[in-house]
């Protein structure tokens, strides 16, 4: 059983950072993953927010280039999601993926609030 935890979210004033973490545990023989972050604001789809594989290849949402930087630690199964610049736009439950074929495995959600 493969479980993601997220930590890092709560309440920021526009202009503000966060970092979230995510930590990966149980079995996850793959040497070759991707991690990543999403968000989702009720009532509308989980949009992707930035992902990074095995060697770091990274990918972004277009709204989250140059604000965002995503990093992942492959050995621990860590990914964090350093946010700066933010918006209230940003507001958000943001949820850590792991993608280790043919499984992708979900974090329970972190809140992110931007407001004043």
């Known amino acids: 059983q493969v479980q993601l935890v997220e930590s890092g979210g709560g309440l920021v004033q526009p202009g503000g950072s966060l970092r979230l973490s995510c930590a990966a545990s149980?079995?996850?023989?793959?040497?070759?993953?991707?991690m990543g972050w999403y968000r989702q604001v009720p009532g509308k789809e989980r949009d992707l927010v930035a992902t990074?594989?095995?060697?770091?290849?990274?990918h972004y949402a277009e709204f989250a280039r140059g604000r965002f930087t995503i990093s992942m630690d492959n050995a621990n199964r860590t990914v964090d999601l350093q946010m700066n610049s933010l918006i209230p736009e940003d507001t958000a439950v943001y949820y850590c993926?792991?993608?280790?074929?043919?499984?992708?495995?979900w974090g329970q959600g972190t809140q992110v609030t931007v407001s004043s």
């Open positions: 149980g079995n996850i023989v793959n040497a070759y993953v991707v």
């Open positions: 993926s792991l993608r280790a074929l043919p499984y992708l495995y």
């Open positions: 990074i594989a095995t060697g770091g290849r990274t």
